[in-house]
Each structure stands twice: as C-alpha cells, then as structure tokens.
C-alpha cells in the first residue's frame, strides 16, 4: 500500500501544461482545440493547480498508481465548471488493463456521479443526488474508493468535501454490484475524449493502492513564525498584573490564523506553553503580566 500524490505547484499562470511540465504523467493526449493550463484559481495551498477544457477533442492526462492492485483509493481538489454541460461530462475515471473501470463526472444540473464500467457510458450513481449541492464554479475535494477485478461484485464508494474539510457534504450509498471489469486497478485518466466540452480544475490528486479508507486532505507543514518584540510594559505596582507585551510577526504562507502561547519559563519545552487566545492577528498584545520570567510564541494554523 503506497501513497501517490500527484500537485501542480510551482507553475506559471496560465502556462500550457506539457507533457515535460507535468512530471511522472504515462500518457498525454491533449488535441486543439482542447486545452491543459496551469492555473492558480484552481491550485489550493497557494500555488498553481490544473485547468483542463475539454472540447470537441481529447483532453487526456494519465498517471499510473504505484502498484496495481483490485483495491484502491483516491482524492482529488475539484474546480466546478461554471456552468452545467449540454450533456454528462466525465472528469476523472480510474482504469485497469482492460479500460474505464469508473469515472466521476458533472450531469447536465450539475450533480455529481460516478459510473462503472458497463458498456454504453456505465451505471450512473449520484454522489451529491440534489441539484444545487455543488456550486458552479467552486472548489471541493472528492474522495473514492474501489474494490473491482470484477465484472458483477466491484464495489464503490465516494464522498465530496470542502478542500480542506473532513465532514462530507454529501455521500453516496455505496454500490457493491458494479461492473469495473476485469483486471486490477492500474491508472488514473483525467479528462476525457470528448465531444462533450467542459472546463474543470483538479488539485492534489492523491491514489493508495490497496487502501480501503478514505486518505483525507493533503496536510501541508507550516512555518513557524519569527516573532519580535514590540513596546514592554511592566506592571505598574508590587504585585500588580497590568503588565503587558506586544508581538509582532510577519505572514506564512499557507496559514489562515495564529495562537498566541504563553510560558512562564526562559527555556520552555513545547508542553510549558499555555494557549492564551485563538485566532489572534499581529501585532498582539500578551495582557495580564505580572513581575517574572515569561516567553511568548504564535503558531500558524492551516
């Protein structure tokens, strides 16, 4: 069981998406006027991701799991199309030697689906069974699990989330009578061959062969911020706690808020510190100090 993630980050804006450019890729097939740019609107964790426009010719990018294996799972940042295709569109199918075993698509009312690999387009199950659940051109991660090398018994399961979130916004009855054809799962295929258009964006992919749980979002290590000391102010009497000491610190990519720490040490481990407040925004001021030795420290949160 091996952990494949597959980002964009790092890209121009706009730049097309090149076989060279997109590292580890087993197959590329974009045809004009169908396109492959990269694009910041739809990287997540502040760099580029993937826009695909698939029109009236392919649009396809493949990338092989780590190992084959009848049992696989998958998570991917979705950018929604901005409007609903004039007919179903998949983005995103899963295959083994012998072809298409499932595919993730957006209906003509932009419901998310996922099909098997029967003939004539597959077995339709909705993910998000409600029009309107998905907004037209916003951003969620969907996740989807395989069991297949079978014909009548492969099953599936799929669940889509916020980017960055673990509570599902909306969950599939998973589906254990499916068709994923024969042979183990082998390779993921984003795009499709056309000639329905859509215009879709796709982020941190990640497949596990053999996994049979969800993998979750990608977790990204945030710096720690560089804190400098602003105006010290002592208490005012013996005794007193109306001291107080302002921070200051400068912005890490990636984080959306800050703790502020306290410890009553010099040289304090990690478990001295004390949470003082959540969600605080620099400069902030540590209140409330009386006469002794204090140290004081900000944690960026994804």
Excluded: C
Aim: charged fraction near 10%; glycine fraction near 12%.
């Amino acid at each position: 069981m091996t952990l494949r993630q597959i980002l964009f980050d790092g890209q121009t804006n706009g730049a097309t998406a090149t076989s060279a450019l997109l590292t580890g890729n087993t197959g590329y097939s974009v045809t004009s006027p169908s396109t492959a740019t990269f694009s910041t609107a739809d990287g997540l964790r502040s760099s580029t991701g993937l826009r695909v426009n698939v029109s009236t010719a392919t649009a396809i990018i493949r990338y092989d799991l780590t190992a084959d294996n009848d049992t696989a799972a998958f998570s991917l940042v979705f950018t929604m199309p901005t409007g609903a295709p004039s007919a179903f569109a998949n983005f995103f199918s899963v295959r083994t030697a012998a072809g298409r075993a499932a595919s993730l698509g957006i209906s003509t009312n932009g419901k998310l689906f996922v099909t098997d690999g029967a003939a004539s387009g597959g077995t339709v199950t909705y993910v998000t069974p409600t029009a309107g659940t998905l907004t037209y051109g916003g951003q969620y991660r969907i996740e989807l699990r395989l069991h297949g090398n079978s014909t009548t018994a492969g099953t599936i399961s799929a669940a889509v989330y916020d980017p960055t979130g673990t509570t599902a916004i909306s969950t599939m009855t998973p589906v254990t009578n499916a068709n994923l054809l024969t042979g183990s799962l082998h390779q993921i295929e984003i795009g499709n061959s056309g000639p329905t258009a859509i215009s879709f964006g796709i982020d941190d992919i990640q497949m596990d062969d053999g996994r049979t749980t969800e993998i979750g979002p990608i977790l990204v290590a945030l710096s720690t911020p560089t804190v400098t000391f602003g105006t010290t102010t002592n208490p005012s009497t013996a005794g007193g706690t109306d001291g107080s000491q302002v921070v200051t610190w400068g912005a890490v990519t990636n984080a959306t808020s800050y703790d502020a720490y306290k410890a009553t040490k010099a040289s304090p481990a990690q478990s001295d510190f004390t949470l003082v407040s959540s969600g605080v925004t620099s400069p902030y001021t540590f209140t409330g100090l009386g006469a002794g030795t204090y140290s004081f420290g900000i944690m960026a949160k994804p």
